[in-house]
């Protein structure tokens, strides 16, 4: 965050050429703000910030929060998301306290990527923000909503779910047309299905919940 205070300057040159001091959080206004989808999370222990001579705040303070997010899991594993970050202040309006974005949606991408250092289920895709105004009883209030894309990565889900299922299938298609006798096939019917019953179980487990869009690969 950065802001300015025309009411918190001095003159280098009359303070031993010191044009910036680290303060306490308390210290002068910082802009209240909130993150919209936050459902839980953490409390930055970094309550400072640091005053240039010239009045400009400066505070980086990091969050670890848990988000909500509006999942379209209808394409599993091969699923494409879009979650919201919404940073908004309600308790000034517009007309006193306007929010905007310092640096371009290509800079912010290129920094996010830098910090996401994990290698697991999801890949990070895209990142852009939208600057808008949020009416609520007639006041307008300043909102930065940042759009984040993920995809998912579906190796481990082709390996141990989607090839295995299409084998047993195949496997049943060839004894089924195949010149063994009834019997066997009867025989190999009844393994197919505990086969494919076992299946059914982990990928149960796998499947991400849903009540309205169930994954396809989940009603087959």
């Not at 007639?138 to 082709?158: A, N, W």
């Amino acid at each position: 965050q950065e802001w300015q205070n025309p009411f918190a300057t001095w003159d280098p040159r009359d303070f031993c050429n010191i044009s910036e001091i680290v303060l306490p959080m308390d210290t002068y206004w910082s802009p209240p703000v909130f993150i919209l989808e936050r459902v839980n999370g953490q409390n930055p222990e970094l309550n400072y910030m640091v005053l240039m001579h010239n009045g400009i705040f400066n505070s980086t303070r990091p969050y670890q929060v848990t988000l909500t997010c509006s999942l379209i899991i209808l394409k599993f594993p091969f699923d494409t998301q879009t979650c919201n970050l919404s940073i908004a202040s309600f308790l000034y309006p517009v007309t006193d306290f306007v929010m905007k974005t310092r640096r371009t949606p290509a800079e912010i991408m290129k920094d996010s990527q830098s910090f996401f250092l994990t290698d697991g289920e999801w890949k990070f895709t895209n990142l852009s923000f939208i600057e808008y105004t949020e009416i609520i009883d007639d006041k307008g209030f300043s909102v930065v909503t940042y759009v984040i894309s993920m995809e998912r990565r579906p190796t481990l889900y082709i390996l141990n779910l989607i090839l295995p299922t299409c084998a047993l299938y195949l496997l049943d298609m060839a004894v089924l047309f195949g010149p063994s006798s009834l019997e066997e096939k009867i025989n190999f019917q009844i393994a197919i299905i505990l086969g494919s019953s076992m299946l059914a179980v982990i990928l149960n487990n796998s499947l991400p919940t849903s009540s309205n869009k169930p994954p396809i690969i989940g009603t087959h």
